[in-house]
């Protein structure tokens, strides 16, 4: 481990961030949530739910049914809901609405 002075520095030579596109979802997905129940009438994680063992461990009494790691060891795993219509996310609009002015005004022209 590094300590102080001996922490190798280095510069930053550039980042990118992007977003998935669908296919990259479901081929990251370990399950698709179809069921809307958190938990099962005794209350255990339901099947296909949001709390589901293969997402990972909800406490320390549970084992991951992916990676079967225990809940300090699990990293957690993606799951992913099918839609039937494309949902936009608002956290996007002020990136995407530019985007999508300048193509109506490209389409406008020809």
Not at 2 to 10: A, E, Q, S, T, Y
Not at 15 to 24: I, K, L, Q, T, V
Request: proline share 7%; charged share 20%.
């Amino acid at each position: 481990m590094f300590l102080g002075k001996d922490v190798p520095w280095r510069r930053l030579e550039g980042m990118s961030f992007g977003m998935y596109s669908a296919e990259e979802i479901r081929k990251l997905s370990v399950k698709t949530i179809t069921n809307d129940r958190f938990l099962d009438n005794v209350g255990n994680p339901a099947t296909n739910g949001l709390y589901d063992l293969a997402l990972g461990p909800l406490d320390a009494k549970e084992v991951c049914a992916t990676c079967m790691q225990d809940f300090n060891n699990c990293p957690g795993h993606l799951g992913h809901i099918e839609l039937p219509l494309p949902v936009y996310n608002p956290l996007f609009f002020d990136v995407s609405e530019p985007l999508y002015s300048m193509s109506l005004v490209y389409t406008q022209k020809y």
